[in-house]
């Protein structure tokens, strides 16, 4: 099952990526999880198991060298032949953090370069490197850039499930749509949406978020324990305050096994 987990800035889609990875794998799952967001922190959130080398938090993005030997063309290389099915299958032991509650998680970081679409080699990569995890997970998370300029450039073409944070605002609604709408374009059948941070009044986003065809999976508070876990740079699934907002994460974990059989 691979779920890419979308929204607006600041919903908080990296504390769902993370709680959704862990979850999963607590429950006994295989799981992988990728920050494919061009500022990477989801680490932080998922709890590393010991020192991370910091040789692991360079994103799989940016390691020229890497990207050239693989598809035979630097990462700048845009309209020059390179390989559409680099070896990516030593990737995960090679760079992979082993996180709390066994899940492994890739840096792979965004093409920042200008002028490149799909076709350049960085993205051959990394579109190789999901096609294969795929398989060889039995979760894997992805934590996307936010907004949905990652669904035009087809990253999470093969995604069982898209799931899209919203907080209760007309700019996270309006982000929602555009995600719901490119999605299908894609052909992804299974998009649902988590309204996170739910506040008095937040009602209204619920019912525009069904009206509109993307189901709430589930509603969750705002969530002080999020904050206080920022600001000690800790996990809150790792703080005992933390606790109840896990046990939503291993229910939704359900319903979403549930949603993509």
């Known amino acids: 099952m691979k779920i890419a987990v979308t929204g607006k800035g600041g919903v908080g889609k990296t504390t769902l990526a993370a709680g959704l990875a862990r979850a999963f794998g607590r429950r ?8 494919v967001d061009p500022s990477p922190n989801l680490l932080l959130t998922l709890g590393a198991e010991g020192e991370v080398p910091e040789e692991k938090l360079l994103p799989l993005m940016e390691r020229s060298s890497l990207i050239q030997e693989r598809t035979g063309a630097p990462p700048e290389g845009y309209g020059l032949v390179f390989k559409l099915n680099p070896k990516v299958d030593d990737l995960v032991e090679r ?13 792979v970081g965004k093409i920042r ?37 990652h669904l035009g450039r087809g990253t999470t ?46 009602e209204e986003v619920v019912k525009k978020l069904e009206e509109g065809g993307t189901p709430v999976l589930a509603v969750l508070p705002h969530e002080e324990a999020v904050v206080k876990a920022e600001l000690l740079g800790k996990s809150v699934f790792d703080l005992e305050e933390g606790k109840e907002f896990f046990s939503k994460m291993v229910e939704l974990s359900r319903v979403l096994e549930e949603k993509a059989a």
């Open 28 to 35: 006994g799952k295989r799981v992988v999880a990728l920050d």
């Open 95 to 107: 760079f992979g953090i082993r996180c709390r509650d066994g899940v492994r998680l890739l840096v």
């Open 113 to 149: 370069r200008g002028g490149q679409g799909c076709f350049c080699p960085a993205n051959a990569l990394a579109r190789r490197l999901v096609d294969y995890l795929s398989g060889f997970a039995e979760v894997l998370i992805l934590d996307m850039e936010a907004g949905v300029e």
């Open 157 to 202: 073409r093969t995604a069982e499930v898209v799931l899209v944070v919203v907080e209760p605002s007309l700019k996270s609604l309006e982000a929602a749509k555009q995600i719901k709408k490119l999605g299908a374009d894609l052909g992804i059948t299974r998009i649902f949406s988590v309204v996170n941070k739910f506040r008095e009044g937040g």
